[in-house]
Antibody, heavy 121, light 106 residues
Framework: EVQLVQSGAEVKKPGESLKISCKAS????????IGWVRQMPGKGLEWMGI????????IYSPSFQGQVTISADKSINTAYLQWSSLKASDTAMYYC??????????????WGQGTLVTVSS | SYELTQPPSVSVSPGQPASITCSGD??????ICWYHQKAGQSPVLVIY???KRPSGIPERFSGSNSGNTATLTISGTQAMDEADYYC?????????FGGGTKLTVL
């Protein structure tokens, strides 16, 4: 059974750094992309980026390029999303999900439970 | 950048069919997938590659894609189908989500 288990909720102050995680199990971690998706309170889904854990090839959404860093450690089947300096506007639920990309077809197959990040002074 | 447009809301009576549209330039030349997200839960894939259902998704969910519009259809809508629905495509090395449609079953 494919499972993506995300790290717990975080409460941070503006300017602080943060790294959240997504641990995968039940499939070959290095064979599929993993993506990150933001959902601000009461809003829709926003794609942040994807990473291919086998070689760490990463594609960022232009909206998030330079704002976050996506990484993966294939030795422990875990993907990460990190910020160096949080802003109040980073307050959101963050989801990781496996991403299948074959030619022109794409989909997020399996989703984590989400990590709620709250940034407040 | 590529954009996908969905109606903000759709209402349907129980047992009736519901259709949710997703529009984009020449969308029929791309592959679309659909997710639903119930309140307080993670999104779930319900249709991929325009019209394929993942294992475990009921047959009442179907999809089509032609011209500039993709459509998710739920035949015999049930109260449990009340959720937000999002379309998604891949364009120029970018994942694109529609803005989402709130389906209300009343």
């Amino acid at each position: 059974e494919v499972q993506l288990v995300q790290s717990g909720a975080e409460v941070k102050k503006p300017g602080e750094s943060l790294k959240i995680s997504c641990k995968a199990s039940g499939y070959s971690f290095t064979s599929y992309w993993i993506g990150w998706v933001r959902q601000m309170p009461g809003k829709g889904l926003e794609w942040m980026g994807i990473i291919f854990p086998s070689d760490s090839d990463t594609i960022y959404s232009p909206s998030f390029q330079g704002q976050v860093t996506i990484s993966a450690d294939k030795s422990i089947n875990t993907a990460y999303l990190q910020w160096s300096s949080l802003k109040a506007s980073d307050t959101a639920m963050y989801y990781c999900a496996t991403f299948s990309l074959v030619g022109a077809t794409s989909r997020f197959d399996y989703w984590g439970q989400g990590t709620l990040v709250t940034v407040s002074s | 950048s590529y954009e996908l447009t969905q109606p903000p809301s759709v209402s349907v009576s129980p047992g009736q069919p519901a259709s949710i549209t997703c529009s984009g330039d020449k969308l029929g030349k791309k592959y679309i997938c659909w997710y639903h997200q119930k309140a307080g839960q993670s999104p779930v894939l319900v249709i991929y590659q325009d019209n394929k259902r993942p294992s475990g998704i009921p047959e009442r969910f179907s999809g089509s894609n032609s011209g500039n519009t993709a459509t998710l259809t739920i035949s015999g809508t049930q109260a449990m189908d009340e959720a937000d629905y999002y379309c998604q495509a891949w364009d120029s090395n970018t994942v694109v989500f529609g803005g989402g449609t709130k389906l209300t079953v009343l």
